[in-house]
Structures are given as C-alpha cells and as structure tokens.
C-alpha cells in the first residue's frame, strides 16, 4: 500500500458508514410512506420518528468527512466528479436539507394533515436522496465521468442503466437497513407486535436487494436474513450492515488503481506534504470523534434515550457532555498528540510542520502527565500511609 492509498481508504471506510448509518436513517424515512393506513401504521411510523431522532444529525457526520478528504487529497478528481455529475449531488443535498427539516418540523404539528404533510415530505426526500447518490455512484463506476470541469454530460453520466440500477439498490437497501434496525429497536421496547410487523419489512426489502445486490455481498446478506427470520435481530443489525459495506469494498476493489478514466489514483493524488497532513489530521481526530460517536450509539443501543423521569430535573446539555466525556479524555488527547507530533516530524518536510509536531510532542507531555498524576499520586499515598492492625481505631 502506498501514502497516496491512504486517504482513499478513510474516504471508502467513512462512506461505508455513511451508508450503513444515514442509510438506515433513510429508510426509516422511507418506511413512514409504506408503513401502511391505520393504527399499525401509524405506530411504525412513530417508532420510526423516535427511533432516529438521536443520530441522525451525528450520521451526516461520515458524509463531510468523505467530501473532505476527497477534495483535499485528490483535488482533480473531485472537482470533475462534482462538476459532472453536479445535478445528483445538489439533488441529494436538497433532499438532505428538506429531510432535516421535516423532521424538525413534525414536532410542531397541530392536525393530522399536517403530520401527513410532513409525513409524505420526509418520505419523498429519504427515497429521493438515497437514488440519487447511488445514481452518481453509477456514473462513477460505469466511467462517465471524464477528467476535466464539467467534462461529461450532464444527464446521460447519471440518468443510465447503471446508475438506475445502483440508485435503486441505495434506495431498497436503505430501506432493509433501517427495517432491520428498527426491528431490533422494537423488541429492546418489548414491542412484540411492532417487532412482528417489521419483521415482514426487514424480509421484503432484503429479498429485494438482494435480488439486485452485488455478488461480494450475497454471504453476508443471507446470513442477516437468517437472523432476521429467526427473529435475532440484535445480530442481524451486524451482518446487515456487513452485506451494504460489502457491496462498496466490491466497487473500491474493481476499480482499483483507476480513480477516473485516464486519471489513476497515483495521478489524482495531492502533494506529498498534502497527504501527510491529512493523514495525520485524520488519525488525531478519530482518536477524539470514535470515542464519542461509540458512546452516542451505546446510549443508543442500550435504551439511555428511552428513559425517562419527569421528577428528575434536568442536566444542563454541556454539563451533561462533559460528565459523559471525561473518563479518559486526557488520555485520548495525549495519543492524538503524540501521533500528530511523530507525524509532523518525521514524515513532512515542511518548518512549519516541524514546529507544529514540537508543540504536538509539547502537547502530548502535557496532557499525559495530567492524565496520569492523579492515580499515581492515589497510589503513591496508598503506599505510604501506615497499615492498622485488624481491629484498630484511629484516635
């Protein structure tokens, strides 16, 4: 593997779980226009409203990174993938926009046509997003997006076969994710009958991806429906992430070492000093973003959100995310420091890279020595402090 590799591989792991997490966002959405009339679907479609409302924000997260890295590592690819296939991606963005604000919306709802309104808005815009990025993936993988500011057609590079097809996939696939996930967030709230209903959904819309889907995913996919079947859903969840992830590694794989036609990855990639400033910028923050992003889904998978106690009164939000990001924060921080500081020194050239990872090194002493401190302190007093005899009282 060589440096020029490497922000491919952090752009192909964060769309990975742009599309196994704001996919299942996605369909949830989606899920709210096929939930069914009546009672029952109207519980999905509730179900579906409180079941994403912690981390769909945090979701989008994966999709910045991506666009980041791509445009700071591979500039001239980036900016003819935007260019060509700009009418996609600012479909996309729409729909992201109008999602986020359907949903923020629906809170405020006063009749029940106005929560179908919002309802059928949200639902629209979560099938209308999904196909269109999976649209311009089809143009990428299919070659018609050539090298150059708006180089290829405007319509053909992503209204194909192709690009239909791989759309379509986004689409059902998000839709058998989120089934998946809500089903399993069902039976975590004892929702026997919910769980049933999605149960169904979760079967359907994996039958249909995988009719459709990518051969690098049949395994992983047919095992999640396996679970799904037998009702394990908590594992299912796993393997249905597994089987999406799986159809992207396929992509990356089969169009390694070209980036675009005529353009290899080697060619499309930044300076030396570019890349490793990035690399380092990305390893110094997942040592900061993972940790919190874990703690948001364990609260979530552990059912944190879904209690409640009007009694109790409430935490202030930033005193709350301190007290959840304490426990070895300074020690997090350290580890960050210490790999940007070696980074910066022995990889870049640059002097002001080099200052950079001295006040990094700086940093990392800093920090470790406060995170350290106390429990050496704790245990040096432990030592010292004179052992009683069994029985003894202090006077």
Avoid: K
């Avoid at 996930?181 to 169904?200: C, K």
């Avoid at 590694?249 to 030396?272: K, V």
């Avoid at 570019?274 to 900061?288: C, D, E, N, P, Q």
Wanted: hydrophobic share 55%; with cysteine; glycine share 10%.
């Amino acid at each position: 593997m060589h440096l020029f590799e490497l922000p491919l591989i952090f752009a192909l792991v964060g769309l990975a779980l742009y599309t196994v997490l704001a996919g299942a966002d996605f369909g949830a959405g989606a899920w709210r226009l096929l939930a069914g009339r009546g009672s029952a679907g109207e519980r999905i479609r509730d179900h579906a409203h409180h079941s994403m409302g912690p981390v769909w924000e945090a979701n989008h997260v994966w999709l910045i990174f991506v666009l980041t890295v791509v445009w700071t590592a591979y500039p001239a690819a980036f900016g003819s993938i935007a260019s060509t296939l700009s009418i996609p991606l600012f479909i996309a963005a729409v729909g992201i926009i109008f999602r986020g604000a359907a949903y923020a919306l629906r809170a405020g709802t006063r009749s029940r046509s106005e929560l179908r309104a919002i309802d059928t808005a949200l639902a629209l815009s979560s099938i209308l997003t999904p196909f269109a990025l999976g649209a311009a993936v089809g143009g990428i993988a299919s070659r018609r997006v050539p090298v150059g500011n708006a180089a290829g057609h405007l319509f053909s590079s992503w209204l194909n076969p192709t690009s239909a097809l791989i759309g379509a996939l986004a689409v059902v696939a998000a839709a058998y994710l989120a089934a998946v996930y809500l089903a399993a967030d069902a039976v975590r709230l004892h929702e026997t009958e919910l769980a049933r209903r999605l149960r169904g959904r979760a079967l359907g819309s994996g039958l249909a991806a995988g009719a459709i889907c990518l051969i690098a995913s049949i395994l992983a996919g047919v095992c999640a429906l396996a679970l799904v079947w037998r009702g394990r859903f908590e594992l299912a969840r796993y393997s249905a992430a597994l089987a999406v992830a799986a159809v992207i590694a396929g992509w990356a794989l089969a169009q390694r070492p070209t980036f675009l036609p005529g353009l290899t990855i080697e060619q499309a990639a930044a300076p030396h000093d570019t890349l490793i400033a990035l690399v380092v910028a990305v390893v110094a923050g997942a040592a900061i973003v993972f940790p919190s992003l874990a703690l948001l889904f364990r609260l979530l998978l552990h059912g944190a959100f879904d209690r409640t106690d009007d009694r109790a009164e409430p935490t202030p939000p930033a005193r709350a995310l301190l007290a959840a990001s304490a426990p070895g924060l300074l020690g997090r921080v350290a580890g960050g420091c210490l790999i940007a500081g070696i980074g910066l020194l022995t990889a870049a050239e640059a002097g002001w890279a080099h200052a950079a990872g001295v006040l990094c090194l700086a940093g990392f002493i800093v920090s470790g020595f406060i995170a350290v401190a106390p429990a050496e302190l704790a245990a040096a007093g432990a030592e010292d402090r004179p052992a009683r005899a069994p029985g003894s009282d202090e006077r």
